[in-house]
């Protein structure tokens, strides 16, 4: 028997740099500045440079999160957007303090304090990360108790306030509102049909002018009737409206005891979620539609995919593969993909319009909007973080960079209305008016979604990152008490965790080594520190009784005053010589790890799938002699016909392997194979999304299979 050496991934990382700034206590009077303003924090990335070609820096000294990622393109942006944001905050009086505005001067159909409900949604889900928890306090309650709009324009505003709240933790300001909160979602019962169980609205006031259902429904030349759009079930609104119950059913919870408010709600975004799947899901065009209400009894679903059919899986709705289907067309030429996209109508729609007419500034049956922008970005890592998702990183930030590429003008970073979805310019970009135009999200996109801090309710730092896999450095800093987990693939014996730990103490800020760690596994404690002098800047050791685990969480305890920061975090386990491969373990490029019932092979059933023709899947090992045996794929093919594969070794394709169908039951495909002395590396080329891989063997008749060389390990 003969055996290969499994070589392990270093787990990749990233920065997010959350700063406080360390000011003289003396204070003049003034305007409000951000709470903790006072508390040292860290300093270890530049607070300047970045952001010395934009306006308002004291306030984004003070406010914001500092980041460090190799996109020069969407950093660039990333700080623009802070600096363009800070100049929709507005003091309105005393008493209702801050709010933030759509558009830098006053429009004439907003509401008072010039708010529009319209992307209220989205400007709190930008503001909730700034250090000062006053500007979205205020704003929130412009509308949950002051004269801002709520029936305006369709919103999500209550699910922003949860969500929100998931960043500051301020349970107490939430639930002071609850009854405000219901208040606003009833406003709505008169849009309710209770008979078709939707909302409808025109798609006008859904903050969709000229789009498709008005098309639709109109004669060509009926202006008017195009630009509202006749009332219509929409997959926005209603997925609004279900994120919005939520939200309350939620904040009630925070309360610690159940209430009507609390089933009432939960009941309704149930009833809402099902009858957006039986109306709203369209299973011939693959996608959430909308449903004119006027004239159609029988509630046919428009002929035509618009973006908004993406926003359901942001507000955690049709996170399932049968809905999955819908996110192919974002990487369609023929469906929304542009280079300044995604298009807000498929292209292939009769009705899609490239060029807009210079009569109005908002055509949505085409044109790039970042309000759709930043709604399919949320939908697209809902998606991505979701089982059997079609997504991979590199797609996610695919449509991050279009955005970035997107937001310019000039070759300086900006924000218009909209944008033509073929050219390098802005559609829609009235002068005095649409600059900065404050009605989407990017921040919040790069740090939830690029960064991967994924806020939550509870006491946990989620941190799941969809960055390039070319981008692998790390830093993260919290409080007193921090715990970092690494989720594998499936269960893996481990023997030892290395940490690089970080340390600026020497150069004057606040992070250092921990105080004592901890080391957790599946089965519970795995190490404990007693008295470790943990080494700064610098790799700690620590080892223990061989363990088998799903996970690996450390558990930081930190000195007094002081921030913990991870550099790396590897784990190792001895090496055992094995004729086996699991697939999960291979490098995957342009494959995924799937959890399938069917296989066996693991504990939690993690497979190899979302194959295609440019799948690589590629394994690698040394060995202490050449060997002649048998190569044995094991894998399901859930399709009809047989797929080919290409069996690659040390860079030469060896053969093609056709894998026939097995109604997703698994299989050996049996082929010799003959291997050079040292390293070997056996690629898998090639595939199919119905084809699916457990784990290559290797039989040979090698007298060494089973011994452990002294003092090799292998990174897991
Ligand atoms: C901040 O750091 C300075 C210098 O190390 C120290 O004198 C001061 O007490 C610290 N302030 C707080 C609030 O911890
Ligand atoms: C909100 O706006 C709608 C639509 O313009 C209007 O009908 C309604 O009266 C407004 N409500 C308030 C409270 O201003
Ligand atoms: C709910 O319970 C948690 C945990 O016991 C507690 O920390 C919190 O203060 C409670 N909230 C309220 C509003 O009573
Ligand atoms: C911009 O708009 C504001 C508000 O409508 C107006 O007062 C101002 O004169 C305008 N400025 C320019 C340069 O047009
Ligand atoms: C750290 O967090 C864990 C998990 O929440 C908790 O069990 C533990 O008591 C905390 N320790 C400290 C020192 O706060
Ligand atoms: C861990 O190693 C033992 C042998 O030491 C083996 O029986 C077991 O299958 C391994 N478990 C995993 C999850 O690799
Ligand atoms: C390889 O497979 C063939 C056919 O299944 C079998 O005859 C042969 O013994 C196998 N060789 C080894 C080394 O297992």
């Not at 820096?57 to 363009?84: C, E, H, M």
């Not at 109005?360 to 970042?370: A, H, K, L, T």
């Not at 005053?561 to 055992?576: H, I, K, P, Y």
Request: charged share 15%.
């Amino acid at each position: 028997m003969f055996s290969l050496l499994q070589v392990g991934l270093l787990v990749e990382v990233l920065a997010v740099i959350f700063p406080l700034v360390a000011t003289q206590a003396q204070l003049p009077p003034g305007p409000p500045l951000p709470e903790n303003i006072l508390k040292n924090g860290t300093n270890f990335l530049d607070h300047v440079k970045p952001i010395q070609n934009f306006a308002g820096k004291t306030f984004l000294a003070q406010n914001i999160p500092f980041i460090d990622i190799p996109d020069k393109g969407i950093s660039n942006v990333y700080y623009y957007r802070w600096s363009s944001l800070q100049r929709h905050l507005r003091y309105t009086v005393p008493g209702t303090g801050y709010i933030l505005t759509e558009f830098v001067q006053p429009a004439s159909y907003a509401s008072a304090f010039n708010t529009i409900d319209a992307a209220a949604g989205h400007q709190i889900d930008e503001a909730r990360w700034l250090r000062s928890n006053f500007y979205n306090d205020d704003y929130i309650q412009a509308y949950t108790r002051g004269p801002g709009n709520t029936t305006q324009y369709t919103h999500w505003i209550l699910d922003a306030i949860s969500r929100r709240t998931e960043v500051n933790g301020d349970k107490t300001y939430a639930t002071g509102q609850l009854a405000d909160m219901v208040r606003m979602f009833q406003r709505w019962d008169y849009v309710f049909d209770s008979s078709a169980g939707l909302y409808y609205f025109t798609p006008n006031f859904d903050a969709q002018e000229y789009s498709l259902p008005g098309y639709v429904a109109a004669p060509v030349g009926k202006k008017q009737l195009q630009l509202n759009g006749p009332n219509t079930y929409r997959p926005s609104h209603n997925s609004y409206m279900v994120a919005n119950a939520r939200a309350i059913f939620k904040v009630s919870g925070f309360t610690n005891s159940t209430t009507d408010i609390t089933t009432t709600f939960a009941s309704k975004a149930a009833n809402l979620e099902a009858a957006i799947y039986k109306t709203l899901w369209d299973p011939v065009q693959k996608f959430f539609v909308d449903v004119i209400r006027t004239n159609n009894p029988r509630l046919s679903p428009v002929k035509g995919r618009e973006a908004v059919g993406f926003y359901p899986f942001r507000f955690g709705i049709g996170l399932e593969s049968k809905y999955f289907k819908a996110v192919k067309s974002l990487f369609d030429p023929n469906g929304f993909m542009a280079p300044y996209g995604p298009t807000t109508l498929e292209t292939r729609n009769q009705f899609f319009a490239a060029n807009k007419p210079a009569d109005y500034c908002c055509y949505w049956n085409g044109q790039s909007w970042p309000f759709t922008t930043a709604h399919v970005l949320k939908s697209l890592a809902a998606v991505y973080r979701s089982r059997n998702s079609p997504i991979k990183s590199d797609q996610y930030v695919q449509y991050l960079r279009t955005y970035a590429a997107t937001q310019q003008k000039n070759g300086e970073p900006y924000v218009a209305e909209s944008h033509h979805p073929y050219k390098n310019s802005w559609s829609a970009d009235s002068r005095n008016h649409s600059e900065h135009y404050g009605h989407s999200t990017n921040n919040d996109d790069v740090i939830t979604g690029l960064l991967g801090i994924v806020p939550r309710a509870d006491e946990v730092l989620e941190i799941s990152p969809i960055v390039p896999r070319n981008w692998r450095y790390f830093a993260i800093e919290n409080n007193a008490n921090d715990t970092l987990q690494v989720t594998f693939a499936r269960p893996r014996n481990i023997t030892s965790v290395t940490l690089a730990i970080f340390s600026d103490k020497g150069r004057g800020g606040a992070i250092d080594v921990p105080d004592s760690i901890e080391i957790y596994g599946s089965e519970g404690l795995l190490f404990k520190s007693h008295g470790t002098q943990f080494l700064a800047n610098d790799r700690n050791t620590f080892s223990f009784p061989q363990a088998a685990t799903l996970f690996v969480s450390v558990n930081f305890f930190n000195k007094q005053g002081s921030f913990v920061g991870v550099c790396e975090l590897e784990v190792w386990n001895q090496l055992t010589l094995q004729p086996y491969f699991f697939a999960v373990d291979a490098v995957l490029t342009e494959a995924r790890v799937k959890f399938d019932p069917a296989s066996k092979i693991t504990t939690n059933g993690a497979v190899v799938g979302g194959l295609s023709a440019r799948s690589r899947v590629a394994f690698s090992g040394d060995l202490p002699s050449s060997q002649v045996g048998n190569f044995t794929l094991f894998y399901s093919n859930s399709g009809s016909s047989a797929a080919p594969v290409t069996v690659s070794l040390n860079q030469v394709p060896l053969t093609t392997i056709n894998l026939a169908p097995t109604s997703g039951s698994y299989t050996g495909y049996v082929m010799p194979i003959s291997l050079p002395i040292g390293k070997n590396f056996i690629t898998l080329l090639g595939g199919t999304a119905d084809i699916k891989y457990e784990l290559i063997t290797l039989e040979g008749d090698d007298p060494n299979r089973g011994q452990v060389p002294a003092g090799l390990g292998t990174k897991v």
